[in-house]
């Protein structure tokens, strides 16, 4: 039997939220169903940031709370601060994710936080998220190159990974936010991170800025991880990384993973509807 990847849809969340146009909740809802018909077994649907800094995702409580759960599917949200974990987890959010950067200038840009400072905010919802039992996941930003900062220090990298990792996160996301990170220097960051974050609990979550995610998803591959973040359609970017285009396409994943001999479990015919939908969404 081929072994498994497992893609961890990030489209509702991370694709959407840097769309201009406000899309009407209805229309999110709708693509959040879709995709928990095609086989996935989590899908970011949400994020209780400040509406000012991310209005597209003001209606994450109307979008979880009207979504058509389906047994088996977890259905996640970011939370950038205790207010943020108590909105998700109202809303019945069933996992939440803390975002870090690897690099000062985006933590600044994204959290208006030092890296130290947004560590220090995510510890309380580590506490009270063990004690409500709902999986906390972490994401490091900027693991090869930041906007403001330039190329990130591996070591940087490894240094918050496992900061995360020891504060109880299930799982750490690893962002190349900008989608333009080498091969090469993806390689010698997984060299550092692996070293303090066993692969089994890594996740890679690549853009596409360059077209470089697919080579960049064979060098995590090699280094043990089984888990990436994708979006249908290539939605996406991120509204405080100037540059940054979407993430890797779901559907090209989930090609490249049938070309390595890898099986994902997904629907490809409900995936090409959903990338179809995502796009009009796009251009909507
Ligand atoms: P701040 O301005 O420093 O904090 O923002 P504040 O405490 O002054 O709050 C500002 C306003 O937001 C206040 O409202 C708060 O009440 C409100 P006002 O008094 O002005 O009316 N507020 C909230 N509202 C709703 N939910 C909350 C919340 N917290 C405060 N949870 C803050 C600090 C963290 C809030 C802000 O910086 C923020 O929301 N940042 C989020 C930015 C974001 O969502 N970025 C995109 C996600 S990260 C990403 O995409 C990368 C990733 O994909 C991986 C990768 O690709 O690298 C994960
Ligand atoms: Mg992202």
């Keep these: ?163 995360l990792f020891s504060a109880g996160c299930y799982e750490v996301s690893l962002g190349e936010t900008l989608g333009r990170g080498t091969p090469d220097a993806v390689d010698a960051m997984l060299d550092a991170v692996t070293k303090v974050v066993p692969a089994t609990h890594l996740a890679g979550h690549f853009h596409d800025t360059s077209g470089g995610a697919l080579a960049n998803i064979e060098v995590a591959l090699s280094h043990g991880l089984r888990v990436f973040d994708a979006s249908v359609g290539g939605l996406g970017g991120c509204p405080y990384a100037p540059g940054a285009a979407g993430n890797v396409a779901t559907e090209a994943v989930l090609k490249f993973a049938e070309q390595k001999g890898f099986s994902t479990g997904l629907d490809k015919k409900i995936i090409a509807q959903a990338a179809e939908i995502a796009k009009e969404m796009r251009h909507g």
């Design 1 to 163: 039997m081929a072994e498994q990847i497992e893609i961890f849809e990030v489209g509702p969340r991370d694709g959407l939220q840097n769309e201009a146009r406000l899309i009407p909740t209805s229309e999110k809802i709708a693509l959040v169903d879709l995709l928990s018909q095609a086989g996935f077994r989590r899908v970011e649907v949400a994020s209780f940031v400040s509406p000012k800094w991310v209005p597209q995702m003001a209606d994450s409580a109307e979008v979880l709370a009207e979504i058509t759960r389906v047994d088996g599917v977890s259905y996640a949200a970011l939370t950038p601060n205790l207010r943020g974990y108590d909105g998700a987890k109202a809303a019945g959010a069933s996992e939440v994710a803390v975002f870090a950067s690897a690099s000062e200038g985006f933590s600044k840009a994204n959290l208006n936080a030092t890296i130290a400072e947004s560590l220090d905010r995510f510890a309380p919802i580590m506490q009270i998220a063990r004690s409500d039992a709902i999986p906390v996941r972490g994401y490091v930003s900027c693991v090869t190159d930041c906007p403001f900062d330039g190329p990130t220090p591996a070591e940087n990298v490894a240094q918050v990974a496992s900061e």
